[in-house]
């Protein structure tokens, strides 16, 4: 039974990678609900390559 649920739960909720804009290569790992996200999620978040905050897009 739990393993019906863990299934259900890998379909509305992807885990994602977002790679930093600035070029630095950071990435972050986040999981997103595709239901309120259907398109590729884009968030602004600290780079400490970079040292400062930039945008992330969602990468597949």
Do not use: C, Q
């Not at 999620?41 to 905050?53: Q, S, Y």
Request: hydrophobic share 30%.
């Amino acid at each position: 039974m739990s393993y019906a649920v863990s299934m259900a739960r890998d379909e509305l909720r992807p885990i994602v990678k977002l790679r930093s804009t600035a070029g630095t290569g950071y990435t972050y790992v986040t999981r997103k609900n595709r239901r309120n996200d259907p398109d590729r999620l884009t968030l602004r978040k600290f780079d400490p390559v970079a040292g400062r905050h930039v945008e992330f897009r969602e990468e597949r």
